[in-house]
């Protein structure tokens, strides 16, 4: 049986007004960034601190809530651009320790075949909305087995991080590889 029919299932036979929350398995997860130079390199990133969980809300649709903790970013193997991506000029995470995303609610079939899920996303204390392109699973339960792989590009300079303009692209490109800890519960 598909996964998105035993999903649906499991939420049909759920109790009224119950919701589940599945929270992000931390030791299989990665979530990180990538930034361009205006030389063409890519400088990759990642976030070793995070939390998260999806609310399976009771009418089956779901909502992602997701913190990572900008003081433990870094550029492995570079010390100096990981000193400069957690000073002011950038994350600043002396004064702003958390990024966080919320989303809108969504249906489940965006993780079984990709797709989009828009929410709110606040870095440096602004808030825009965004949205991450979940892309198409590479196994039957995507979160289980496989990762459930989602990008978003958002601009830098629209969070008052445009230092460094010469040298480095506006567009940030968020790259999140999740895993879950346990399936909704019938």
Not at 158 to 164: A, C, F, L, P, V
Request: net charge positive.
């Amino acid at each position: 049986m598909r996964r998105g029919l035993l999903l649906t299932l499991l939420l049909v036979i759920a109790p009224a007004g119950a919701s589940q929350q599945l929270a992000f398995d931390t030791a299989h997860s990665r979530f990180g960034f990538e930034i361009r130079t205006r030389f063409g390199q890519k400088i990759e990133g990642v976030f070793p601190r995070f939390e998260g969980h999806i609310t399976v809300l009771p009418d089956g649709r779901h909502q992602v809530r997701l913190r990572m903790f900008s003081q433990y970013v870094e550029i492995p193997d570079r010390p100096r651009y990981t000193g400069w991506m957690r000073g002011e000029e950038f994350f600043d995470a002396e004064r702003y320790p958390v990024v966080e995303f919320d989303s809108l609610p969504y249906m489940p079939g965006v993780v079984e075949n990709g797709g989009d899920v828009q929410g709110t996303l606040t870095l440096r204390g602004i808030s825009h909305r965004e949205t991450l392109r979940v892309m198409p699973p590479e196994c039957a339960r995507p979160g289980y087995d496989c990762d459930v792989t989602s990008r978003g590009t958002v601009l830098r300079g629209r969070y008052g991080m445009d230092s460094w303009q010469i040298a480095l692209s506006d567009r940030v490109t968020f790259v999140l590889r999740t895993r879950l800890t346990a399936a909704p519960i019938p």
